[in-house]
Antibody
Framework: QVQLQQSGTELVKPASSVKISCKAS????????MHWIRQQPGNGLEWIGW????????KYNQKFDGKATLTADKSSSTAYMQLSSLTSEDSAVYFC????????????WGQGVMVTVSS | DVVMTQTPVSLSVSLGGQTSISCRSS???????????LYWYLQKPGQSPQLLIY???NRFSGVPDRFSGSGSGTDFTLKISRVEPEDLGVYYC?????????FGGGTKLELK
């Protein structure tokens, strides 16, 4: 069965970086898009971008340009998102979610990673 | 960016009752390929969102027929009939037509 297993809770300091992971199983990792979505405390959902692990192509929400970097490791079927220059505004839950095509629905989601930025 | 405006922000419904949620987009969601990439998700408390409806009106696998989606262009509706306790949570519309992809602000469904 399809599973997206995300890494654990992160407590990080302002101005630092963090890299969170999303390990895929149960399907062909390289044939689907992996999206990342942010949910700030008490807020709605924001689309950060996608990566296509098959060729490494990425597409970002301009809002997250320079903030988020998406990568994928085909050998371990794991997608990563690095967040840099962290501020309290980046404190949020981050989800990975799979889609068959870039415009398609997200049919499977990770459980989410809580990132807290605090000194 | 395409702004997705959901109304109402919150809803109070009786078990067994019926309700609807509106989602309006600031631009048409009809893609040049003829498809309308409008989706509905439900986020139950403490969970990741789950897909209910894809491309306006298609129920995802396993979604009860109590859920139905309709609309076109910029105006979309999710209807829930015979509300059950498991339907409670926050509903989001989402568009996959334009970049950046955007979600509606959410509609919280609560029990009356």
């Amino acid at each position: 069965q399809v599973q997206l297993q995300q890494s654990g809770t992160e407590l990080v300091k302002p101005a630092s970086s963090v890299k969170i992971s999303c390990k895929a199983s149960g399907y062909t990792f390289t044939s689907n898009y992996m999206h990342w979505i942010r949910q700030q405390p008490g807020n709605g959902l924001e689309w950060i971008g996608w990566i296509y692990p098959g060729n490494g192509n990425t597409k970002y929400n301009q809002k997250f340009d320079g903030k988020a970097t998406l990568t994928a490791d085909k050998s371990s079927s794991t997608a990563y998102m690095q967040l840099s220059s962290l501020t309290s505004e980046d404190s949020a839950v981050y989800f990975c979610a799979r889609s068959a095509y870039s415009r398609d629905y997200f049919d499977y989601w990770g459980q989410g990673v809580m990132v807290t930025v605090s000194s | 960016d395409v702004v997705m405006t959901q109304t109402p922000v919150s809803l109070s419904v009786s078990l067994g009752g019926q309700t609807s949620i509106s989602c309006r987009s600031s631009q048409s969601l009809v893609h040049s390929d003829g498809n309308t990439y409008l989706y509905w998700y439900l986020q139950k408390p403490g969970q990741s969102p789950q897909l209910l409806i894809y491309k306006v009106s298609n129920r995802f696998s396993g979604v009860p027929d109590r859920f139905s989606g309709s609309g076109s262009g910029t105006d979309f509706t999710l209807k829930i009939s015979r509300v059950e306790p498991e339907d409670l949570g926050v509903y989001y519309c989402y568009q996959g037509t334009h970049y950046p992809r955007t979600f509606g602000g959410g509609t919280k469904l609560e029990l009356k």
